[in-house]
């Protein structure tokens, strides 16, 4: 009984491991046990489907020997004892163990699959075919000699042919990865990527953890020119399996014809670490270090520096934040803060320095009034805040390191934008939306194209004006520093910092001009 107990756990582990033949030919014996009341006492015939090549050897052998075992036990220790002798690398007693197998069974469909894939071994492809086919004749649905006959197909390009047997074992079973796979790889052969990349897509959704799958999904899609597809996938499975050192020679060389090459030497660099034999990733490696030191003998014209462009300073995400813009915020801080500190405690009995304050602030007010007509403190905030702004922006070119933020195009554009909607809104609030729309069509209705392209471009020429002096200021003072030295252009210096408050004065009585002919105290034109 204890060989009976050994017997039935290995028969129960073949068949969980999926080793279906041998379960089968194994249940045959053990069948037969129960009608003879025992094996043969020469050998165990577990012994005889052991891991141990030399002992199955040897207990096949005892139970082919044996005398009082059945036929069907004799097939299963042929059969055993071949795969033995092939494991072994004894291809020829392989094949002789079958043949006796065979001449037991003339009709044995899995003695004829054993027999094809030992001539496949050798090298006698069409001799497999035909033992592949007399296999499938005796059992039409057997996958195994399907896949194998489809493979001996393949090897031969016989490419429609291997086809038709793939398809045969979908048909009979829809899971089987290896078909989906054979049968792309047979249908690239012939040229058809799409049904190849069909295939390997669907082996893929039966077996999504396949790092292979996916590296071959990947090399289609690079032979149709997808290459965000192919790099895709060929990530998907470096990260699925980062030994996989032909997706990492394959993702390099996506990297390199995107022009990332950092990249594409990171991951030739890390198949070399697994194996500095790796000939494709060495090849690879020299072709890279050939294409850089190219790129190093050859170097691009260093590109002019235009002044309409700003230096990066940092990003806020897609955002680039350039120096005008920090010099802007500086000056936005430096205001408000001396601002708050100017005027936090003004004394009830005006001092000196509200004396100052007050003065800055009934000048600026005297002026909007000159020119409105009107009462100037709704306007006061905007235009005095502009005026401000402007004379610090245009003398911060005089700070070293800084740059004005006006001399550069965003900053006046911004400013002119600014003056564009205050205009409008204060020509709205003052005479209606109605009154202040039809005012365009004066003083005819002809008048109105003309009005409506009259407020764009008095905005944009607001614009280019300051933008224009300021930076031909910083160019001209900048030019003087490089052929005269530090100190040669001090007065003119001086004179810059002038005409940034002239500047400063001419943008803010425009603003005021173009407010006081939308609220009407200014006739247009």
């Given amino acids: 009984m204890a060989l009976t107990r050994q017997s039935a756990l290995y028969l129960l582990r073949s068949f969980v491991q999926g080793r279906a033949r041998i379960c089968f030919a194994f249940a045959v014996a053990f069948l037969l046990m129960f009608q003879t009341g025992s094996f043969s006492q020469q050998a165990s015939f577990g012994e005889c489907f052991g891991p141990n090549l030399q002992h199955r050897i040897e207990a096949c052998g005892s139970i082919i020997a044996g005398r009082r075992e059945s036929k069907s036990n004799r097939i299963a220790a042929y059969l055993n004892r071949g795969e033995a002798y092939r494991a072994a690398g004894d291809l020829d007693r392989a094949i002789a163990d079958v043949e006796h197998a065979l001449q037991l069974d003339p009709k044995s469909a899995q003695a004829y699959a054993d027999r094809a894939a030992l001539f496949y071994d050798k090298g006698a492809r069409?001799?497999?075919?035909?033992?592949?086919?007399?296999?499938?004749?005796?059992?039409?649905?057997?996958?195994?000699?399907?896949?194998?006959?489809?493979?001996?197909?393949?090897?031969?390009?016989?490419?429609?042919?291997?086809?038709?047997?793939?398809?045969?074992?979908?048909?009979?079973?829809?899971?089987?990865?290896?078909?989906?796979?054979?049968?792309?790889?047979?249908?690239?052969?012939?040229?058809?990527?799409?049904?190849?990349?069909?295939?390997?897509?669907?082996?893929?959704?039966?077996?999504?953890?396949?790092?292979?799958?996916?590296?071959?999904?990947?090399?289609?899609?690079?032979?149709?020119?997808?290459?965000?597809?192919?790099?895709?996938?060929?990530?998907?499975?470096?990260?699925?399996?980062?030994?996989?050192?032909?997706?990492?020679?394959?993702?390099?060389?996506?990297?390199?014809?995107?022009?990332?090459?950092?990249?594409?030497?990171?991951d030739l660099e890390a198949a070399l670490r697994v194996d500095p034999e790796f000939r494709p990733a060495i090849e690879a490696s020299a072709t890279l270090s050939k294409l850089v030191e190219a790129q190093k003998a050859v170097r691009p014209p260093a590109r002019k520096h235009s002044p309409l462009e700003s230096a990066v300073i940092f990003?806020?995400?897609?955002?680039?934040?350039?120096?005008?813009?920090?010099?802007?915020?500086?000056?936005?801080?430096?205001?408000?803060?001396?601002?708050?500190?100017?005027?936090?405690?003004?004394?009830?009995v005006p001092d000196r320095r509200a004396a100052v304050l007050e003065l800055i602030v009934i000048g600026v007010m005297r002026q909007i009034e000159d020119v409105l007509q009107k009462d100037p403190r709704p306007y006061l905030s905007l235009l005095g805040t502009l005026f401000i702004f402007l004379v610090a922006a245009n003398l911060s070119s005089l700070i070293p390191g800084a740059e004005a933020p006006t001399s550069k195009l965003e900053t006046p554009a911004a400013l002119a934008l600014i003056v564009f909607f205050s205009v409008h809104y204060f020509g709205i609030r003052s005479r209606g939306l109605l009154k202040y729309l039809a005012s365009f069509a004066e003083p005819k209705l002809i008048m109105l194209p003309l009005n409506i392209v009259s407020e764009v471009t008095r905005t944009f020429s607001l614009m280019v004006r300051l933008f224009g002096n300021v930076m031909s200021g910083e160019f001209m003072i900048a030019l003087v520093v490089s052929l005269a030295g530090l100190f040669v252009p001090v007065p003119l210096m001086l004179l810059e910092g002038l005409l940034g408050i002239i500047q400063a004065y001419i943008f803010t009585v425009l603003a005021t001009v173009f407010i006081g002919a939308a609220i009407g105290s200014i006739e247009k034109g």
């Fill in 126 to 266: 069409e001799r497999a075919i035909t033992d592949y086919t007399q296999a499938l004749a005796f059992q039409p649905r057997f996958v195994l000699a399907l896949l194998r006959r489809a493979e001996a197909f393949r090897a031969g390009k016989q490419w429609d042919a291997a086809i038709a047997d793939y398809r045969r074992v979908l048909d009979i079973d829809p899971t089987q990865v290896e078909a989906y796979v054979g049968r792309g790889d047979a249908y690239l052969a012939k040229g058809d990527v799409d049904r190849a990349l069909s295939d390997v897509t669907e082996a893929i959704g039966r077996a999504p953890k396949s790092a292979e799958l996916y590296w071959k999904r990947g090399t289609l899609f690079r032979s149709k020119g997808e290459l965000d597809n192919a790099l895709r996938d060929f990530s998907e499975a470096i990260q699925l399996n980062p030994e996989l050192l032909q997706a990492r020679v394959d993702r390099a060389d996506m990297y390199r014809a995107q022009g990332n090459l950092p990249l594409a030497r990171q």
């Fill in 315 to 348: 990003q806020i995400g897609p955002v680039p934040i350039t120096r005008p813009v920090v010099t802007t915020w500086a000056i936005m801080l430096a205001l408000s803060i001396g601002s708050w500190l100017v005027t936090r405690s003004l004394p009830s």
